[in-house]
């Protein structure tokens, strides 16, 4: 029944009138025709070879996905979980990280199993910020951190990675993307409560390196921050790069929660498995919190993936499996050694920044409303995607309307493909050549 063009549930039914949404919707970007919308394959070419968006297209491994199948054949694995998580999965987790981070960790305070690292990191916003707190986040960003901060009534600071300025000249790493440290530390306020780290980092594919982690952890220690190590792509670093937990350096396990994703580890993106490791008084208010979230995570695909994390090193999985995304970049970026093109090479993850500011395209060319007021590299990354059929994911998105302009020469390819795709992707990419300028 209805009053007066007024539902019974409360909210009025005329156009322009409707109780208004929540603040935090258009603050976290959340309303807003994202990068992901606007470069959707319903957007693109139905033979668009998909090198933006980062899942894979090939299965994890078999013996992963046996696991799966027989956890489904018991009883207790088709029930809920502990809100920890199934205790095979943080057994195996322990095994597999303690001595990565020189802990004998405790599986019922110091690991906690989350609805894929996502929900783990929003989990920790939720424990931790109270409104107004800031966290402070190096650009490019991992998008999804801006709406889980500011939902949780944060306040996102940014500090950009400076790229190398002559990026458009040289081949360069993720050493050459530089941290102001000066710059870092007049960004800590009164307010700021939490530093994001991503290491190895998504977009650059940087691997820090000791000292540059040290400094951040001088910092962190000097004004009693909590440190978020998004370390997801963790098993994924290539050329004999060493990974550093920030964990473990001195005086940062007490401050650290670290981040992990099965979907990364296993090419298992969608079993939305992730877990967090750090000391109790980090891990016990964020398990309250994620049992209010999530109550539990997928049952299965924990005994899955503990399987995985079981057999990992018996089967010297992570070691070939570097060896096969080493070659699948060698694809990628050979394609673009082809064209003249630079670009940063991944020292981790699966990501290569290529720098676009030498992209031209025709003057007629028709580009769709979605890119009004954007960044110059969304009509780059939409003229390649249209006219050479490989969509990228323009990077500037992932920058705060300040800094935008550092992100507007580069597009992120993503190389987690099996090798044919990468080699069309590659012979469509040497079309580009006539529009270099």
Known sequence: MATNGTHANGFASKAGSTIPIASRLKEGRALAQDVWSIYNAANLPADCINLGQGYMNFPPPQWVKDAANQALGTVAANHYSHPKGRIRLREAIKKHYGPVLGRDLDVESEVLVTSGANEGQYSVFTAFLEHGDEVIMFEPYFDQYLPSVVFNGGKPVYVPLHPPAESRKVISTGDDWKIDFDELRRAVTSRTKM??????????????????????????KEFNLLVMSDEVYDCLVFDGREHIPIATLPGMWDRTVSVYSVGKAFAATGWRIGYLIGPSWIINPTLAATTRIVFCSNSPLQEAAAAGLEEASKRNFFEIQNKEYEERRAILINAFDRLGLKYTLPQGSYFVLLDISSVSWPEDFPFPKSLDGRGKDFKACWFIALRLGVSSIPVSELYCDEHREIGERFARFAFCKDIDMLKQAGERLQGLAKYLR
């Open 195 to 220: 530093i994001i780290i991503n290491n190895p980092h998504n977009p650059v594919g940087k691997v820090f390196k000791r000292e540059e982690l040290e400094k951040i952890g001088d910092i962190a």
